[in-house]
């Protein structure tokens, strides 16, 4: 099974910005929801809990939440899938749907911190970037030196 990506360079800056929330839940539905009514006219900000911080519920059940940013030279892409198959070895196609740059992340009761699996997977943008930059031999040599010293003085 292969998935097929439908959107070309054209399509991606045509796209609209989509006001996109990460929420810990399942939600059985593939349709439109008034989010802006029924979900973010309910959102507050939780100052008790941090700066930034935001709080709601679904269906009872209380969120806390942030506001995430894609990481930088990232850019966030909504994709959905065209025909639904029963069939796992038939291709998949996924077509644009829209944009974002920014997200709401929600948890269940817990503040979010680094510590959670979704952000930890944002993280590795950074760290991937960072383990494949370029080093010289220069810096090399100048964090050698570094580590020379900092060992003499814990000696």
């Given at each position: ?99 974002f740059e920014e997200f709401t992340y ?50």
């Open positions: 099974m292969s998935i097929v990506l439908d959107f070309n360079g054209k399509n991606l800056a045509k796209s609209k910005t989509m006001d996109l929330h990460y929420l810990p839940a399942k939600i059985d539905g593939d349709g439109e929801a008034n989010v802006e009514q029924y979900f973010n006219n309910y959102t507050r900000e939780a100052t008790e809990c941090g700066n930034g911080i935001l709080t709601n519920s679904l269906r009872g059940y209380p969120l806390v939440g942030e506001q995430l940013k894609v990481p930088e030279q990232y850019r966030g892409l909504v994709l959905q899938e065209t025909e639904k198959s029963i069939n796992k070895s038939i291709d998949r196609q996924l077509r644009l749907t829209g944009v929600w948890n269940y009761d817990k503040v979010p911190s680094n510590g959670d699996a979704y952000r930890q997977a944002l993280l590795m943008a950074d760290v991937g970037q960072a383990l494949t930059q370029h080093i010289s031999e220069q810096d090399l040599e100048a964090e050698i030196a570094r580590n020379k010293e900092n060992t003499k003085e814990h000696a």
